[in-house]
């Protein structure tokens, strides 16, 4: 291969890779593996979740992709703390 054609080729990838990140059903399928990892949350934390992925599913039904991958990122952030929390807390 030339080296323009492997240009090419990792300039599609990264472009793919990043157009998959803002995907609202990856994003709700990297929620459901987090919650299925079952991280210890706070109340507030389950409640944010749950409040998150609601709102974000019925955006997705109307049709309003970006916004509802904007909640699912948001309760993915939430997840995230918790899943950091829960490590920390072990390596003590």
Known sequence: M????????SFLVLVLSAC???????????IEALLAK???????????VDRLVSEG?????DGQ???SSEK????LKV????????RFNKSG
């Open 2 to 9: 030339t080296i323009k054609t492997v240009g090419v080729f």
């Open 20 to 30: 998959g990140a803002d995907d609202p059903q990856s994003r709700l399928d990297e």
């Open 38 to 48: 079952g991280f210890p949350m706070t109340d507030a934390q389950k409640g944010d």
């Open 57 to 61: 599913a019925a955006l997705l039904a």
């Open 65 to 67: 992709r970006q916004a």
């Open 72 to 75: 699912f990122a948001l309760a």
């Open 79 to 86: 997840l995230k703390q918790a899943a950091d929390a829960d």
